[in-house]
């Protein structure tokens, strides 16, 4: 009976039922990150054709995929007013060797760390804090780039849309969808206006996946671990 009464506890610990916001709500302010915390991040932008890094995806190990290394890069032709998917996401252990694999994606182009021996992504990495950036071009007649349809592991943010104005960097947070491992944040780009950008790099959008408070362990692991202190205390008097 004590083993059955045991092995219930064990079960509500290890699949205890969580919940789910039916949306998230997008702040204004960016997540203050956990110093030396692990980060992740993407980078789509569209700046003036010719320069280099201007019509590129870049995804990184770390909070700044569009410049330095260690990133991986793909190539994108933009078109002008056209509605285009884009998704980020985060494989715990989908990589070379077992490690985490981070993909990138831009309508039917890609740019993916983590799938070759020389790209390290660890494995098993959790986060709770989206920071995105929303960065315009140098005049208000230069391309511009709508942000649409953002969504977390299946669930939409609040407001829906969100336009780049000119010459301004535009930083939002996302922080209220819980600790998650595996991600995939999806969404849409659409390119407006009719000058291109005289920048390499701008209009641009980076997203960033880190922590602003410490991983916590899974909900049931104390009681667990109770429970198992309990059957072991339980054990040794059975011998005494």
Sequence with gaps: MKSKAFAAVLALCLFGQGTTAATLDV??????????????????????????GAAEIYVAPDGDAGNGDPRAQGQF????????????????DGGFGGQGLLTST?????????????????????????????????????????????????TGVTPTSFVSGFNVFNDY??????????????GTLERT????GTTQSRPRLDLIMGNVTPVPLPAGLPL???AMGGLA????????
Aim: zero cysteines.
């Design 77 to 92: 032709a933009w078109s002008l007013g056209t509605i285009i998917s884009f998704t980020f996401s985060y494989d715990a």
């Design 193 to 196: 206006g009719t000058v291109m």
């Design 106 to 154: 831009l309508g039917a182009s890609s740019a993916i760390f983590g799938d070759v021996v020389g790209e390290v992504v660890a494995a098993g990495l959790s986060f709770n804090a989206l920071q995105f950036n929303l960065q315009g071009p140098n005049a208000a007649t230069e391309t511009a780039f709508t942000l649409a349809n953002l969504v977390i592991n299946g």
């Design 224 to 226: 667990m671990l109770v």
């Design 27 to 52: 702040s204004g302010t960016p997540p203050a990150f956990l110093a030396n915390a692990t980060q992740v991040s993407t980078q789509f932008r569209n700046g003036q054709a010719g320069l280099s």
């Design 173 to 186: 947070g996302v922080t209220d969808f819980g600790t998650v491992s595996d991600f995939l944040i999806t």
């Design 233 to 240: 205390l339980m054990a040794r008097r059975r011998k005494a």
